[in-house]
């Protein structure tokens, strides 16, 4: 008899407490997402972030029913995307696709931001990492890396390196590498990768200095010559091209990564739904396949491992910057 008294009374609790919120102006939590997410990003259309962040949008959207619309917001080395970001409403419907360029550098080179990338944004997800790529055109006379040191050691300052624009990681890649290897180049700065890379293609540079998924397309096309990448070990999206540090420069290691962040103060119950949901993307064969094709690696992280992923290079980084002497004119 006890048993069969249970549930109905459960029932009327449940519904008591129910009504005892609602008589208290305290409606249940509704569920999310019940309107379009909007994704920023913080660079122009076609370059490594732009592509990383259509892919998770567009993924995002297909295993949830949602609707998640890129936009990109471009400008100031990516700041402009992150200040927007910073100033959104900490709800959820609002997320940028941050990297090392516009969270880590940006802020050591742009004096004047008006946020603080540790205290300012909520870390949501890690997407990928990437290897900086070094290139040339297919018709280039440089064949390897080393016949880009000769010639630069024979005259420096003429060999000529397009990057997606002064300060970004990209650049202080080159910055780094003319450093490790004692030579001079000539930097030539563009307003995003797309631009860098067309210059390249075109031979008005000598070199390309790019995130790997803004360029290998080019590459797995045959209109552009890898020379080496600058991770650590080689990239599983270019198995035969050497790295920096097999090219005579041992200790070189330098990538950058993407990951998806909320405004500060967005609720944890948000943040969790939506990094439970892109660390299942990574998961998946498709999107693994789909990052792989871009030359990036994928990489799922908890919102604390990515909080503290940007906290440590925020301070790395900074040192590097200053001795780059990269300034933003």
């Known amino acids: ?48 972030t732009d592509i990383l962040a259509r892919l998770v949008s567009a993924k ?50 742009y004096k004047n931001l008006p946020w603080d990338p540790t205290k300012d944004l909520t870390a949501v997800a890690h997407v ?14 440089y064949k390897t890396l080393a016949d880009v040191v000769a010639a630069a050691k024979a005259a420096p300052g003429t060999v000529t390196y397009g990057s997606p624009g002064n300060g970004t990681s990209i650049h202080l890649a080159g910055d ?33 200095v790019s995130s790997l998924p803004s360029a290998i397309g ?10 080496a990448v600058t991770s650590a070990k080689r990239s599983s999206s270019l198995p035969d091209v050497p790295t920096v540090a097999e090219s005579g ?33 990574l998961a998946t064969a498709d999107v693994k396949a789909a990052i792989h094709a871009q030359g990036a690696e994928p990489l799922a992280m908890t919102p604390e491992q990515l909080a503290t992923l940007l906290k440590n290079e925020y301070v790395q980084w900074k040192g590097i910057v200053e001795a780059s002497g990269a300034k933003i004119e």
Not at 128 to 141: D, F, H, L, M, R
Not at 179 to 189: D, E, N, R, T, Y
Not at 255 to 262: K, Q
Not at 264 to 280: D, F, Q, S
């Open 1 to 48: 008899m006890l048993r069969r008294h249970i549930l109905p009374f459960a029932a009327l609790a449940c519904a008591l407490a129910a009504s005892g919120a609602q008589a208290q102006g305290k409606a249940p939590a509704a569920a999310y997402p019940t309107k379009a997410i909007r994704m920023i990003v913080p660079f122009p259309p076609g370059g490594g």
């Open 60 to 109: 995002l959207a297909d295993a949830n029913k949602w609707t998640v619309v890129a936009d990109n917001r471009p400008g100031a080395g990516g700041t402009i995307g992150i200040t927007e970001a910073t100033k959104a409403a900490p709800t959820g419907y609002d997320l940028v696709m941050g990297q090392k360029d516009n969270l880590v550098i940006g802020p050591w080179l």
């Open 128 to 141: 990928a990492y990437t290897p900086v790529i070094i290139a040339t055109s297919a018709s280039s006379k």
């Open 176 to 208: 780094l590498f003319e450093k490790a290897a004692g030579i001079k180049l000539s930097h030539v700065p563009y307003k995003g990768s797309n631009p860098a890379l067309m210059d390249a293609l075109a031979g008005n540079v000598d070199l390309l």
């Open 218 to 227: 080019q590459i797995k096309a045959g209109k552009l010559r890898p020379l």
């Open 249 to 281: 420069f041992k200790g070189f290691d330098v990538s950058t990564w993407y990951g998806v962040f909320a405004p500060a103060g967005t609720p944890a119950t948000v943040v969790n739904t939506l990094n439970t949901e892109i660390n299942k993307l």
